[in-house]
Structure formats: structure tokens, C-alpha cells
Nanobody, 121 residues
Framework: QVQVVESGGGLVQAGGSLRLSCAAS????????MGWFRQAPGKQRELVAI???????NYADSLKGRFTISRDNAKNTVYLQMNSLKPEDTAVYYC???????????????WGQGTQVTVSL
């Protein structure tokens, strides 16, 4: 069974940095797009960044220049480096990935459980 699990969230002061990790595990045949989403209290879940298997990236416009997404295909892991954090970045951050497992011939979409990021003044 395939799982994706986030780690690295926590409490930081404004201006600080965090690096989130998301590792996919299980009987994986291949992984296509991986990405990060976030959801703040009372708001809809929104796209943070995505990265293709070839390394092409897309970011939410408001986050360009502060956040960087990367991946290590050998480790089935995607990262989100968050710099110059602001209180408005406070949210639960979710990992998302399109994965083909060993029992199927097509991709399925998976969500992680989320990791809390809190940015204080």
C-alpha cells in the first residue's frame, strides 16, 4: 500500500525558515507530479507549488521568491524550502502526488496527512 507522509512542520518566528519533506513509500512503480498545498483556518485549500518528474516547477504567484520545491526521485521524496516566512503562511501543509503502485497500471492521486506550520510575530 502506497502512503505519503509529511514531516518538518513546526513553530517559527516571522522571517524564519522551515524545510518540509514528503516521502512516498510502498510498492511504487512510478511517480509523476508531486506538489504541496496548504489550508489556513477558514480558507480553501490552495496550491503552493508543484514539480514534475523532470524537475519543472510552478508556484503560486504570491510565493515566488520565498518558497522552493524540489524532489529526490531516488528517495521518492519532495521538499518545500520555505524562507522569509510570514504569519499569513500559517496553515496545514499537505503533500500530494500522482503515483502508480505495483498493483495498478494507471496513476492514482494520494494526499498526505498534513503538517502544521505556524509563523508567529
Amino acid at each position: 500500500q502506497v502512503q505519503v507522509v509529511e514531516s518538518g512542520g513546526g513553530l517559527v518566528q516571522a522571517g524564519g525558515s522551515l524545510r518540509l519533506s514528503c516521502a512516498a513509500s510502498g510498492s511504487i512503480s512510478s511517480i509523476n507530479v508531486m506538489g504541496w498545498f496548504r489550508q489556513a483556518p477558514g480558507k480553501q485549500r490552495e496550491l503552493v507549488a508543484i514539480i514534475t518528474s523532470g524537475g519543472n516547477t510552478n508556484y503560486a504567484d504570491s510565493l515566488k521568491g520565498r518558497f522552493t520545491i524540489s524532489r529526490d526521485n531516488a528517495k521518492n521524496t519532495v521538499y518545500l524550502q520555505m524562507n522569509s516566512l510570514k504569519p499569513e503562511d500559517t496553515a496545514v501543509y499537505y503533500c500530494n502526488a500522482d503515483i502508480k503502485d505495483s498493483t495498478r497500471t494507471h496513476l492514482r492521486n494520494y494526499w498526505g496527512q498534513g503538517t502544521q506550520v505556524t509563523v508567529s510575530l
